[in-house]
């Protein structure tokens, strides 16, 4: 197996990151136009911007928290030479949680959808973090 494969799901959660800001620059200017923020707030408080940015800027916020411990798991497996199907496969898992997740919290914002995909990432970095100290 190609070790390098473990980077594949790594460069989509970074695109995913990538989306919500650029979703995020979609949505301040918006705000801007309509006049929906006060600007002098806003350069001091984030809280100042309308709910519709607050959200995109909470997920991107987000992004590195968790994701984080994704990334150094992934580069811990490359660099003990420890990547496996079952590693690539709970990596997209994760990845495609995030995306889910990221959607959720951008769109709907439904907490309980959104929190019981955040578990099932969270259980995965738990089960990365036992097979890579398995594979120390």
Known sequence: MNSNQIFWPVLVQILIT??????????????LKTGTVDQEKA???????????????????????????????C??????????????????????TRAIHAYIHMSSNY?????????IGFVIIIVMTVLAAFAL
């Open 43 to 73: 350069a001091l408080d984030n809280d100042a911007w309308p709910d519709y940015v607050l959200v995109v800027s909470n997920n991107i916020r987000n992004q590195f928290q968790v994701p984080l411990l994704f990334y150094a798991l």
């Open 18 to 31: 990538i989306v919500g800001f650029l979703l995020l620059g979609v949505r301040k200017t918006r705000a």
């Open 75 to 96: 580069f811990l497996f490359h660099a003990i030479g420890a990547v496996t199907a079952p590693v690539i496969y709970l990596a997209w898992v994760f990845v495609i």
């Open 111 to 119: 907490v309980p959808a959104r929190f019981s995909v955040f578990t």
